[in-house]
C-alpha cells in the first residue's frame, strides 16, 4: 500500500519541523498536508517492527534494554505526535527511572519493560485525569487508582497519558477549540474514539500497545479505524474505577489496542496473574485455534441508524468466506437487538452525561466546572432532563435485554458483523463544537453494532480484516457470551494466522 504520500515522521510540509524527544505536549495537531497522507515512525531502531510480545522476548533475552526501548518510543512520539495530537501528558523522566529499574530485575512480569501509555480515563499517580474535558481540571493524582495499579503489574511502563473526546461519549477523538487526533492511515481521518490517542500511537509504531477503555465500542471502534486489535472483554475481568461504580448498569470495560492477537492475549494472561476475575473463568493460556469448529451468526446490517455501506460490507463479507474456509459454519442471523435498543442507549447516554454535569465536583474533583463542558455533554444532558420520567422505563428494557442477551445466542457460538456502519470519516465530521442534534444523529448512523455487548457485559474484538478501495482499514466485529472470551480470542488467532493483517509501513 506505499505510494508517494506515505511518510515516516512529520516533514517540513506537513507538520514543520519535528520537535525534540522531550519537547511534545498537548496541542492542537497540525493540518496535515493537502490529499491523503499516511504517517508512521517504524524504522530500524530499538523497537524495530516488533510488537509487545516480540520486543518482551527480545528483553528477555537481553537482545535490547528497558531503557532502549523507552528511549526509542519518546523519539517516536516526538516523530509523529505533533501532526496527530495523541498525547496530552508525558511522563518520560519516571518511564526512564522505571526502565532502570526493570534492567536491574529478572524481568519476571511478562511484558516488563515493553513501552506503553494510559488512556485519560483512569487515575495515574502524577498525571491528571481530565476525561478528555477541560471541565475536569488538571490536578495530578496522588497515587495510582485500582486499575493502574494492575496494568503496572503486567510489566508494561507507561510513557504518558493519550486522549479522548469528553467523557468518551462519542466515536471521535476531537475536544473543544480544535484539539484534534488523527489517523495515521490518512491523517485527514479520525482515529475514531474514545480511545483514539492509544489506537493513533499505537497504529503508527510510537508504541506496541496501550491501554484503552470501552463504554460503548470506544476500543473496538478506533481499532478498526486504525488498522488494530481492539478487544473488549467480559464485566468482571478487572477492578473498576471509583466513578464508574455508581453507574446503573456497569458498561465500561478496561483493555488494550495492539498490533497482533497474540499481544492482547499475552496482556490479558498477564492481568489475571495480578487478578483474578469475578463472576467470569479466567482466560488462561490461549490456543492456535478454537477446539471444536464454530456456528457463526453473520449480521450484516443493524436495525439501528442506517445501512452498512458497500465497503463495509464487502470486508465483512469477505471475512465470513475465509471463516468458512477454516471450516466454520457461517448461518446469515438477525441482529441480536431488542425493539427499541437504540432510544435506550441515548436515553442511558443522557443520563450518564446528566450525571457528570450535575455531580462532577463529587464524582471527579471539588473544582469541577460545569461551566466548560462540551456542547455534546450539555446536550445530552439537557435531552436526559427533558425525558426523565421516561428513564426508569429505558433502564428497566436495558437491564432485561442484559439478563436475555445470552440466551438470544440459541445454537450460535459468536456473531460476526461490521464494527461500524460505514467508513471511517474526516476529521470534523464529529467535531466537539459542532450542534447537538447534528453531533448526536451523526454517531448514533455511524455506531450501531458495539453498545449492546457493553450492556450485556460480553466480550467482543474488532480485527483489522481488510480495508475501503481508498486504502483505509476497515475492521470486522466478532462477538460472544459472556465469560467466553478465550472462544473469541482463539478465533481471532486462527484468522489472523491464515489470513495476517496488513501493516501500516507495507
Known amino acids: 500500500m506505499s505510494d508517494a504520500t506515505d511518510m515516516v515522521g512529520p516533514t517540513a510540509d506537513a507538520a514543520g519541523p519535528a520537535r525534540s524527544a522531550d519537547d511534545f ?86 511484558l516488563a519493560g515493553v513501552p506503553s501509555a494510559f488512556k485519560d480515563a483512569v487515575m495515574v499517580e502524577g498525571a491528571p485525569m481530565r476525561l478528555g474535558s477541560p471541565a475536569v481540571p488538571d490536578t495530578p ?13 503486567t510489566g508494561l511502563n507507561p510513557l504518558g497519558i493519550t ?62 479505524a486504525t488498522g488494530l486489535v481492539g478487544f473488549k ?21 478496561q483493555g488494550v489496542v495492539s498490533r497482533s492477537v497474540r499481544d492482547t492475549a499475552l496482556f490479558f494472561t498477564a492481568f489475571e496473574a495480578g487478578y483474578r476475575p469475578r463472576g467470569v473463568p479466567s482466560i488462561g493460556r490461549i490456543a492456535n485455534a478454537p477446539s471444536r469448529r464454530l456456528r457463526i451468526g453473520l449480521v450484516a446490517h443493524s436495525p439501528a441508524g442506517d445501512g452498512t455501506d458497500p465497503a463495509t460490507l464487502s ?11 477454516l471450516g466454520h459454519e457461517i448461518i446469515p442471523a438477525a441482529a441480536p437487538v431488542p425493539p427499541g435498543f437504540r432510544e435506550d442507549f441515548v436515553a442511558y447516554w443522557g443520563l450518564l452525561a446528566l450525571s457528570t454535569s450535575a455531580s462532577g465536583r463529587s464524582l471527579f474533583d471539588p473544582d469541577f466546572d460545569p461551566a466548560r463542558l462540551d456542547p455534546f455533554t450539555v446536550g445530552l444532558a439537557r435531552m436526559s432532563r427533558r425525558r426523565l420520567a421516561a428513564i ?19 445454537d450460535i457460538d459468536v456473531y460476526l458483523s461490521p464494527v461500524v456502519a460505514h467508513e471511517t470519516p474526516e476529521v470534523g465530521y464529529l467535531d466537539a463544537d459542532q450542534p447537538f ?43 460472544a ?26
Open 141 to 153: 493524582a496522588l497515587f495510582d487508582g485500582a486499575y493502574a495499579r494492575a496494568f503496572r503489574a
Open 163 to 224: 486522549a479522548m473526546p469528553p467523557f468518551g461519549w462519542t466515536a471521535a477523538t476531537e475536544r473543544q477549540g480544535g484539539l484534534v487526533t488523527r489517523n495515521p492511515w490518512d491523517t485527514g481521518r479520525t482515529s475514531g474514539g474514545s480511545s483514539g490517542g492509544s489506537a493513533a500511537l499505537v497504529a503508527a509504531g510510537a508504541i506496541p500497545i496501550a491501554h484503552a477503555n470501552d463504554g460503548g465500542g470506544s476500543i473496538r471502534i478506533p481499532a478498526a
Open 437 to 479: 442534534e447534528t453531533h448526536l444523529e451523526r454517531v448514533s448512523n455511524w455506531v450501531t453494532f458495539t453498545p449492546l455487548q457493553n450492556i450485556a457485559g460480553s466480550p467482543a474484538v474488532s480485527l483489522p480484516a481488510g480495508h475501503a478501495p481508498d486504502g483505509m482499514p476497515i475492521g470486522v466485529h466478532l462477538s
Open 25 to 110: 505536549s498537548p496541542h492542537p495537531a497540525a493540518d496535515p498536508a493537502a490529499g491523503a497522507r499516511r504517517l508512521h515512525a517504524f524504522r530500524d531502531d530499538a523497537l524495530g517492527y516488533d510488537d509487545a510480545t516480540g520486543l518482551a522476548e527480545r528483553l528477555r533475552a537481553r537482545d535490547v534494554s528497558p531503557t532502549e526501548l523507552v528511549d526509542a518510543a519518546t523519539e517516536r512520539c516526538a516523530l509523529v505526535d505533533p501532526t496527530l495530537g495523541a498525547l496530552v501528558f508525558t511522563d518520560l523522566d519516571r518511564a526512564r527511572a522505571r526502565a532502570r529499574r526493570v534492567e536491574h530485575s529478572e524481568m519476571s512480569a511478562p
Open 481 to 506: 457470551r459472556r465469560g467466553e472470551d478465550r472462544i473469541l480470542l482463539e478465533l481471532a488467532s486462527e484468522y489472523e494466522a491464515a489470513h495476517p493483517f496488513a501493516h501500516i509501513w507495507s
Open 233 to 253: 472483554p467480559s464485566r468482571g475481568r478487572h477492578p473498576d474505577e471509583t466513578f464508574t461504580r455508581r453507574m446503573p448498569i456497569p458498561i465500561i470495560s
Open 315 to 325: 470486508v465483512l463479507h469477505e471475512a465470513a468466506g475465509r471463516l468458512a474456509g
Open 392 to 410: 426508569p422505563a429505558h433502564l428497566y428494557r436495558l437491564a432485561r435485554a442484559r439478563r436475555r442477551f445470552d440466551a438470544g445466542f440459541g
